[in-house]
């Protein structure tokens, strides 16, 4: 062994680092597979010249520069010493390289500076996807669970629904490291895209997912109106909130129609249809239906606008009287 480097080894060995004067900052320095990291002491270029910078990676070594410089082989290729701050930059980073970095830094005329880091090696994540187990959901009934997947180093996962951040609920819980979300019942509001973003300090990724949560019909309307001139045309609306869309029937005082459109049409109304109009909207996944009558009457508009001319000329004749 060079007497140097066992020098080196032996201060190493035989002094305690102390935290406050290290001139590392504390680590973890992070790097990316085949990345590069640079440990940049506290230091300034002094007046003098160090008289020796020595680095090590788990206590063996990396370089020691004095008047010569030792380098380890392995490291030869893939490090730039800052001899004037005694700063150490390595590139082309494997996982081999995580582990405990120390610097040992004897100035001119002044005692040895110590310092102490560690490097995480971190696989850039891709890849991200989002998976469920293929079920149809019915909201209230069915369960399921989000499993987000990369690969890569992954530190940390959150979870997004429609832009927002995901909170766990009585319905919805989240694993320990946030890998899985378990919606338990599913619930009409669930519907929605889900994103996950998984993150390491290298590196992030965004996986997205639409779920697709069946229920309904609820909240059944008819849009038309209540009251209804002779000759005219009428057009009752039928809508419902529901997934998959429902399919709609039609009845008129109780009897069925045949029409199975959101839209019923009365081209020219006569006395004949007034009555009772009923939809019937169904759902063929949750198996659900929901009904929602109408009341059609003639109207009365006729009458009204001839009592209020009526009602005019009256009133006219009155003040050609005055
Ligand atoms: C030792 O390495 C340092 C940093 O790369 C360099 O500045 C210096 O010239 C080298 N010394 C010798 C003797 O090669
Ligand atoms: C990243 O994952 C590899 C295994 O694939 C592991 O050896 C390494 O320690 C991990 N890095 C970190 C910073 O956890
Ligand atoms: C959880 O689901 C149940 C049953 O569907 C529902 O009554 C309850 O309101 C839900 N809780 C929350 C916090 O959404
Ligand atoms: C899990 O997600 C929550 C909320 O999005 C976040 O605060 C927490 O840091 C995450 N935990 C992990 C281990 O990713
Ligand atoms: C994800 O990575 C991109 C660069 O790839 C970066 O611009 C962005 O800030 C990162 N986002 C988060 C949330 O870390
Ligand atoms: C989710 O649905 C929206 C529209 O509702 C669409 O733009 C988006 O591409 C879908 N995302 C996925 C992952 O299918
Ligand atoms: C029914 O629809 C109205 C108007 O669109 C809405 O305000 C209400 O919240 C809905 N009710 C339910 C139970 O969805
Ligand atoms: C129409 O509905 C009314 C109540 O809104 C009811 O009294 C009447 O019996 C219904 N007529 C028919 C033919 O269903
Ligand atoms: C709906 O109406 C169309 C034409 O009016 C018909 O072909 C179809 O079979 C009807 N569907 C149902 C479910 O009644
Ligand atoms: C429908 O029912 C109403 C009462 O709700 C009744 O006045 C009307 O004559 C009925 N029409 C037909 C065509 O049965
Ligand atoms: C259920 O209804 C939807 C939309 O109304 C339709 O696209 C789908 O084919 C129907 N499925 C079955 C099994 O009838």
Partial sequence: MDYTLFTAAIVFLTSGLCVGQSVLPPGPLTGAIGGRVKFTTTLSPPAK??????????????????????????HKDRISLDRTTGSLELWNLGLRDQGEYRVSIIPDGALELQGATTLDVYVLLSAATITSPPATLIAGISSTTLTCEAAGNISSIQWIK???????SN???????????????????????????????????????????????????????????????????????????????????????????????????????????????????????DSVV???????????????LMVTSVLGVGLLQL
């Fill in 171 to 289: 319905n919805i819980t989240f694993s320990v490291d946030n890998r899985t979300v378990h919606l338990s019942p599913v619930q009409r509001i669930d519907n929605g895209e889900y994103d996950c973003l998984v993150s390491n300090p290298v590196s992030n990724r965004t996986a997205s997912h639409n779920l697709t949560v069946n229920f309904g019909p609820q909240n059944i309307s008819i849009d038309g109106p209540l009251a209804a001139s002779t000759g005219y045309r009428v057009s009752l609306s039928c809508s419902a909130d529901s997934i998959p869309p429902a399919t709609f029937t039609w009845m008129f005082n109780r009897t069925e129609t045949g029409v199975n459109n959101t839209l019923y049409i009365i081209e020219r109304m006569e006395a004949l249809h007034i009555g009772n109009y009923t939809c019937t909207a169904t759902n063929n996944i949750t198996g659900l239906k």
């Fill in 49 to 74: 010249p160090f008289v020796s910078v020595s680095w090590t990676f788990n206590r063996v070594n990396i370089i020691t520069s004095t008047t010569v410089n030792i380098t380890n082989a392995d």
């Fill in 162 to 168: 429609d832009g927002l951040p995901l909170c766990p």
């Fill in 294 to 308: 109408h009341k059609l009457r003639a109207s009365s508009a006729a009458p009204m606008w001839s009592f209020a």
